[in-house]
């Protein structure tokens, strides 16, 4: 879709929440207003219904104020954003996106490939985790664990990507690091004894083999 009146935007999910307009960094507010602007770009383009919003927010306990809070925050995100970038649809809102707007949707579209060059600017819209400023609220946990979980699976696939260009030795300190911020996760463990066998280091694979069945 086009991108809507109110300015040119850039929404940033992928690390702390950010807003560029214009080619300037904005503030959205404080924190529930923030909070609302991320749930509603993690389903933009898509009706939210208020009983969501609500939910997502405040959880299962939500004070008597929450629907006149929810109208507070969302005038002053059309006032930010524009009217016709956040609209009103029946019993629900809906936040308009372009297709290059939003960092999440660039990612998801750059993961979707399978080359490395690809791959690596996926990887390279990553600011930290994701949501980073945001995880208290009830909606963010989750959503950020399956986008955390998006960014390792890019890292997998760029580093077998690297391999099929012929990478191996070179990617061990990388591959060490990973592993051991993240010991569970098997495929690290299986690419890093693939970079020391192609490095020559026979005897390090095995040994990383033998640390990742303990």
């Given at each position: 879709?086009?991108?809507?009146?109110?300015?040119?935007?850039?929404?940033?999910?992928?690390?702390?929440?950010?807003?560029?307009?214009?080619?300037?960094?904005?503030?959205?507010?404080?924190?529930?207003?923030?909070?609302?602007?991320?749930?509603?770009?993690?389903?933009?383009?898509?009706?939210?219904p208020?009983?969501?919003?609500?939910?997502?927010?405040?959880?299962?306990?939500?004070?008597?104020?929450?629907?006149?809070?929810?109208?507070?925050?969302?005038?002053?995100?059309?006032?930010l954003l524009?009217?016709?970038?956040?609209e009103?649809?029946?019993?629900?809102?809906?936040l308009?996106?372009?297709?290059?707007?939003?960092?999440?949707?660039?990612?998801?579209?750059?993961?979707?490939?399978?080359d490395?060059?690809?791959?690596?600017?996926a990887?390279?819209?990553?600011?930290?985790?994701?949501?980073?400023?945001?995880?208290?609220?009830?909606?963010?946990?989750?959503?950020?664990?399956?986008?955390?979980?998006?960014?390792l699976?890019?890292?997998?696939?760029?580093?077998?990507?690297?391999?099929?260009?012929?990478?191996?030795?070179?990617?061990?300190p990388?591959?060490?690091?990973?592993?051991?911020?993240?010991?569970?996760?098997?495929?690290?463990?299986?690419?890093?004894?693939?970079?020391l066998?192609?490095?020559g280091?026979q005897?390090?694979?095995?040994?990383?083999?033998?640390?990742?069945?303990?």
């Amino acid at each position: 879709m086009e991108p809507r009146g109110g300015g040119v935007f850039e929404f940033r999910l992928l690390g702390p929440l950010e807003v560029v307009k214009n080619g300037s960094a904005v503030a959205p507010g404080g924190l529930r207003q923030r909070a609302l602007l991320a749930l509603l770009l993690l389903r933009a383009n898509e009706v939210v219904p208020r009983e969501r919003i609500v939910d997502g927010l405040w959880g299962e306990r939500p004070p008597e104020t929450a629907p006149n809070a929810i109208q507070v925050a969302v005038h002053a995100l059309r006032r930010l954003l524009g009217r016709e970038r956040l609209e009103t649809r029946g019993a629900g809102y809906v936040l308009h996106a372009g297709a290059d707007e939003l960092d999440l949707r660039r990612f998801e579209r750059l993961l979707a490939r399978s080359d490395a060059a690809a791959l690596r600017r996926a990887l390279a819209l990553w600011r930290g985790p994701a949501l980073a400023d945001l995880r208290e609220a009830p909606f963010a946990a989750a959503e950020a664990e399956r986008l955390d979980e998006l960014r390792l699976v890019a890292l997998e696939r760029r580093i077998a990507a690297d391999f099929e260009l012929g990478a191996g030795g070179d990617l061990v300190p990388e591959l060490r690091a990973l592993v051991a911020e993240h010991p569970y996760r098997e495929r690290f463990h299986a690419q890093l004894m693939l970079a020391l066998y192609r490095g020559g280091r026979q005897a390090e694979a095995l040994e990383a083999y033998a640390a990742a069945r303990r």
